[in-house]
Every structure is written in structure tokens, then in C-alpha cells.
């Protein structure tokens, strides 16, 4: 069974910073193309980033590049989202997901950032 657990969001002032972390279990991690996808209050889902494989081809919203950068750590099987220079508008919950489109992600966690 595929498992995947978010953690490390919070609330933060705008131009702060955070680091997300996905634990992956049941699934070969290592051999899959990871994404980050959220969801903001009222909204739908969101891609955000993703990641191949190796971890050495990476894309990016428009909404986020050059802020956001996404990495992974195969021997963890851990999946990361570091997040630079926070807007009122990153505010949502996060998740990792095997795919754009949000599949099998987890219960996600939550970013908030204001003043």
C-alpha cells in the first residue's frame, strides 16, 4: 500500500521560508517521477513541482519558479520542497503526489503565510 506523509508546513511571514518533507512507503521510490501539487482555500488542486527519477530533471509552476526548488533523497525515500521568498499567495495545503494531476498524495500539510 502506497503511503505517502507530508510534514513540515507552518505559518510564516511573507519573504520566509519553509521545507517541506514527503516520506514515501509501498512504492518503489526511487524509480518514480515525484510531483508537489497543492490546494488553496476554495480552490482546486494546484501543480506545483516535480522531479524525475534521479532527481536531476526538475519543472516548476510559473507561480513558483525561481523560489521554490524540489529535491529528493532516494536512500530516505524522501521527497523535499524547499520554499524561498513566501507570498500571502503560496498560502494552501501541500502535497506530494505520484503524478500532476494529485494522485494517491497524502494528507498534506498546511502553509500559511501571513503578517
Known amino acids: 500500500q502506497v503511503q505517502l506523509v507530508e510534514s513540515g508546513g507552518g505559518l510564516v511571514q511573507p519573504g520566509g521560508s519553509l521545507r517541506l518533507s514527503c516520506a514515501a512507503s509501498?512504492?518503489?521510490?526511487?524509480?518514480?517521477?515525484m510531483s508537489w501539487v497543492r490546494q488553496a482555500p476554495g480552490k482546486g488542486l494546484e501543480w506545483v513541482s516535480e522531479?524525475?527519477?534521479?532527481?536531476?530533471?526538475?519543472y516548476y509552476a510559473d507561480s513558483v519558479k525561481g523560489r521554490f526548488t524540489v529535491s529528493r533523497d532516494n536512500a530516505k525515500n524522501t521527497l523535499y520542497l524547499q520554499m524561498n521568498s513566501l507570498k500571502p499567495e503560496d498560502t494552501a495545503v501541500y502535497f506530494c503526489?505520484?503524478?500532476?494531476?494529485?494522485w494517491g498524495r497524502g494528507q498534506g500539510t498546511q502553509v500559511t503565510v501571513c503578517s
Open positions: 503526489a505520484k503524478n500532476r494531476a494529485g
Open positions: 509501498g512504492l518503489t521510490f526511487s524509480t518514480k517521477t
Open positions: 522531479i524525475n527519477s534521479g532527481g536531476g530533471i526538475t
